[in-house]
């Protein structure tokens, strides 16, 4: 009976152990932040640029960057993932400065020049304030919010606390609580994890259209994610599906960027159903069939 006892009491503090471990260092397994210098100088080919800081109520600073466009339309405020800085996401915001958008991209605490302890709240209250110094200059109507992997949950966040004009979501989590989950399921992630970040809880707030583009061959988020999502706020949300795409390829599929023109250059309209087939409803009776 004692050697059971200690193999119940030695399985018990390894548990433990990795539940300290995970709660302890789990900002490094889900943050990958590549750090730059003060004096570090941002260039891009054909972008013209201007970098910013924002400093915070608690003294951290958020570093950031506008790219211009020559005619702005609007503002993308893009959320990127949760690896290196802007020096290496910049090159992103071609996407929507070719269709005459401005874009701010800015690197969370740790990141490249930002500084700061890094919390989720911490985090989440600083976008809303780059949010508000946006709004000093540009209505919201004309404010596209764009997250990408783990800024998905970011942008939902501000979406659901402002009116934006849209939410584009790219390979988004329904939580991270869900995904930590998947690999490792027999641990209380409820009580351990300190960024659960729960983006299905934050889209049921959410007023603006809502765009989701998803691969499907994506191993780290799967395809699956997204259809849930998009059931959350089914009359708001359009989904847009990537074949073939994985989670950090979108960007190298024609049809990635067909999407991405639709959605930033039309304009919302109320399609008009009369006289369509949506209230028909199939019945496998004959009772109006001929004898």
């Not at 800081?53 to 405020?77: H, Q, Y």
């Not at 606390?161 to 939580?175: E, F, K, Q, V």
């Not at 989950?181 to 009580?191: G, H, Q, V």
């Not at 009369?274 to 001929?290: D, L, Q, T």
Request: with cysteine; charged share 25%; hydrophobic share 35%.
């Amino acid at each position: 009976m004692e050697k059971w006892t200690y193999i119940i009491l030695a399985i018990l503090a390894v548990y433990i152990l990795i539940s300290a471990m995970l709660f302890f260092f789990q900002d490094y397994f889900l943050f990958k932040p590549e750090k730059l210098s003060k004096d570090f100088q941002f260039y891009y080919d054909n972008q013209e640029i201007e970098e910013y800081n924002v400093e915070t109520r608690d003294g951290a600073t958020i570093n950031g960057l506008r790219f211009k466009s020559k005619e702005p339309k609007g503002v993308v405020f893009y959320l990127k993932g949760n690896s290196k800085s802007i020096k290496g996401w910049g090159k992103f915001a071609v996407d929507f400065t070719r269709h005459g958008y401005d874009v701010i991209m800015v690197d969370y605490r740790g990141f490249g020049k930002s500084t700061g302890r890094r919390t989720q709240k911490a985090i989440k209250r600083d976008m809303q304030v780059v949010y508000n110094k946006i709004k000093e200059k540009v209505a919201e109507k004309y404010i596209i919010l764009y997250g990408r992997s783990m800024g998905s949950g970011f942008a939902a966040k501000l979406a659901s606390m402002n009116n934006p004009r849209m939410l584009i979501l790219d390979a988004p989590y329904y939580s991270l609580s869900k995904v930590a989950k998947k690999y490792i399921p027999f641990m209380p992630l409820s009580l351990l994890i300190k960024f659960p970040m729960p983006t299905y809880k934050w889209l049921k707030y959410v007023n603006c259209p809502i765009h989701i583009i998803h691969g499907t061959d994506d191993r780290l988020i799967p395809y699956k994610t997204s259809v849930k999502l998009s059931k959350i706020r089914p009359e708001l949300t359009k989904l847009y599906t990537v074949i073939g795409g994985g989670h950090k390829d979108l960007n190298n599929f024609e049809s990635y960027h067909e999407m991405l023109e639709k959605i930033v250059t039309s304009r919302p309209n109320k399609v008009n159903l009369e006289g369509s087939s949506i209230h028909v409803k199939h019945s496998s009776k004959r009772a109006n069939a001929k004898a």
